[in-house]
């Protein structure tokens, strides 16, 4: 019996040591993760409530300091970003509401919002199969006389990355000039190490911002828009993209789902920027409003960069980034030009192009078909590529003031909210002695019934 008993003792010991062994990592970890400032309760705090993710843009006089300045609202963590200004903080979701309705009153606070998620603009496609008709529709052939795209102009694609081995992408992705490749060394000072073909924004499974160079498509969206806009042309193979001549930056802000962050796609558009991008691609696209995405829009406008944005496949208002007035928002017709019933509409929809049943290349080193504003965004930007590659004198504004002039009207006579100034077409665009066109406000267009106003 005695010996029983001690065994019983014995079993017992064990499972309490085995406990504190399991029960120790966990709490470190959840250390690891408290800001420096942050109280031991806090981390508590955090480790049990969901978190959620606050972007700060602080006031000028509070960036030295920005630890003295976010101090009163005990993140677990925060993060500078690319975008002038702004920082990213984590805190638990039960402190959202509060923190926000402080910081409307924090004298070293400009704006604050919760980081939301956008999506993949891209429609699940039907039985409407048919072969590559997008660029035969704006007939991209007969501006291909005048210009198939010059290397030095670079459209960033921020998506889901690309397929960086398919042979029909073999030498169309943009290559960092300033990078040695593999040696580990940031050589051009960018703050990026080994950025070849790009970068990777995004954020870990704990939540912790991290970077990185490997931008491989783990989806398949991001590979086909990259397709659509610089897939070889005339190499015998596969498909022709808009501006086969042209080169893509790939930057990776969307996820193995499709997902990402607003702040993922604002760093990212500002790394476009700085790093020479002429032409941004936003195939995607969320229903909430965003400050930091609007700053980011504007950064890249007021440096000369191009920001070309799927209006969304809801059916209904336009989505964000689209939506602001410093994007070319692009809808979705079919091989009649007609507008696809999922396309987003609204004042906001400057032009319209196909997004139905859209051949392009697809991971595996294959070609395969997709539908949604997703698919229509990346023609324009192609076209844009090509009109930059004819006219490097021209600015941001007159290539976006160029593409609306000359595109096709498909609908209402002039603009309509449904494909906004009409449907593209790339050898009206490069024929850059299109100077006037007539134009047809909707009856009774003032004030906010009016469409986007002409550049």
């Known amino acids: 019996m005695p010996n029983r008993s001690l065994q019983s003792?014995?079993?017992?010991?064990?499972?309490?040591?085995?406990?504190?062994?399991?029960?120790?990592?966990?709490?470190?970890?959840?250390?690891?993760?408290?800001?420096?400032?942050?109280?031991?309760?806090?981390?508590?705090?955090?480790?049990?409530?969901?978190?959620?993710?606050?972007?700060?843009k602080l006031r000028p006089q509070a960036r030295t300091e920005p630890s003295r300045a976010l101090s009163p609202y005990a993140f677990e963590r925060w993060t500078p970003l690319l975008v002038p200004g702004w920082i990213r903080g984590t805190l638990p979701q039960t402190r959202l509401a509060r923190s926000m309705a402080e910081m409307a009153h924090d004298p070293n606070v400009i704006a604050a919002e919760e980081d939301h998620r956008v999506q993949t603009a891209l429609e699940p496609n039907d039985s409407h199969w048919g072969q590559q008709w997008g660029p035969t529709k704006v007939e991209a052939p007969a501006a291909w006389d005048v210009t198939t795209g010059d290397p030095s102009v670079v459209v960033a694609v921020l998506d889901t990355g690309a397929d960086v081995d398919h042979s029909d992408l073999a030498?169309?992705?943009?290559?960092?000039?300033?990078?040695?490749?593999?040696?580990?060394?940031?050589?051009?000072?960018?703050?990026?190490?080994?950025?070849?073909?790009?970068?990777?924004?995004?954020?870990?499974?704990?939540?912790?911002?991290?970077?990185?160079?490997?931008?491989?498509?783990?989806?398949?969206?991001?590979?086909?828009?990259?397709?659509?806009?610089?897939?070889?042309?005339?190499?015998?193979?596969?498909?022709?993209?808009?501006?086969?001549?042209?080169?893509v930056m790939v930057v990776k802000v969307l996820d193995h789902k499709g997902d990402g962050y607003y702040s993922e796609v604002a760093n990212g558009l500002v790394y476009?920027?700085?790093?020479?991008?002429?032409?941004?691609?936003?195939?995607?696209?969320?229903?909430?409003?965003?400050?930091?995405?609007?700053?980011?829009?504007?950064?890249?406008?007021?440096?000369?960069?191009?920001?070309?944005?799927?209006?969304?496949?809801?059916?209904?208002?336009?989505?964000?980034?689209?939506?602001?007035?410093?994007?070319?928002?692009?809808?979705?017709?079919?091989?009649?030009?007609?507008?696809?019933?999922f396309s987003c509409y609204g004042l906001e929809v400057d032009l319209a192009a196909p997004g139905s049943a859209i051949y392009s290349t697809c991971l595996g080193n294959r070609y395969c078909y997709m539908s949604g504003t997703s698919m229509a965004t990346p023609h324009v930007a192609g076209l844009a590529a090509l009109l930059r590659s004819q006219r490097p004198d021209y600015t941001g504004v007159q290539v976006t003031q160029q593409l609306r002039s000359s595109a096709q009207d498909v609908g209402s006579p002039g603009w309509d909210e449904y494909t906004g100034w009409g449907r593209i077409d790339a050898p009206r665009t490069l024929s850059v002695t299109h100077t006037s066109c007539t134009i047809y406000l909707p009856i009774g267009a003032v004030g906010q019934d009016s469409p986007r106003p002409w550049p």
Request: hydrophobic share 45%.
């Open 9 to 56: 003792l014995a079993r017992i010991a064990l499972a309490a040591l085995l406990a504190v062994l399991m029960i120790h990592p966990t709490e470190a970890a959840v250390a690891t993760k408290a800001a420096p400032d942050a109280s031991s309760g806090f981390a508590t705090e955090a480790h049990l409530s969901p978190r959620a993710h606050l972007l700060v």
């Open 171 to 247: 030498g169309q992705l943009w290559v960092n000039p300033g990078e040695v490749p593999g040696n580990g060394l940031d050589d051009d000072g960018n703050g990026h190490i080994d950025d070849i073909n790009g970068w990777r924004f995004g954020h870990d499974a704990d939540d912790n911002p991290y970077g990185s160079n490997v931008v491989d498509d783990d989806h398949g969206h991001g590979t086909h828009v990259t397709g659509i806009i610089v897939a070889r042309g005339n190499n015998g193979q596969g498909i022709a993209g808009m501006a086969w001549g042209c080169r």
């Open 272 to 341: 476009a920027t700085d790093n020479g991008a002429r032409i941004a691609n936003l195939s995607l696209g969320g229903p909430e409003k965003s400050q930091i995405v609007e700053d980011a829009i504007d950064y890249a406008n007021a440096h000369d960069t191009v920001v070309i944005a799927a209006a969304g496949n809801a059916g209904s208002a336009v989505l964000y980034p689209a939506a602001y007035a410093g994007a070319v928002a692009v809808a979705a017709t079919d091989q009649d030009d007609q507008r696809l019933s």
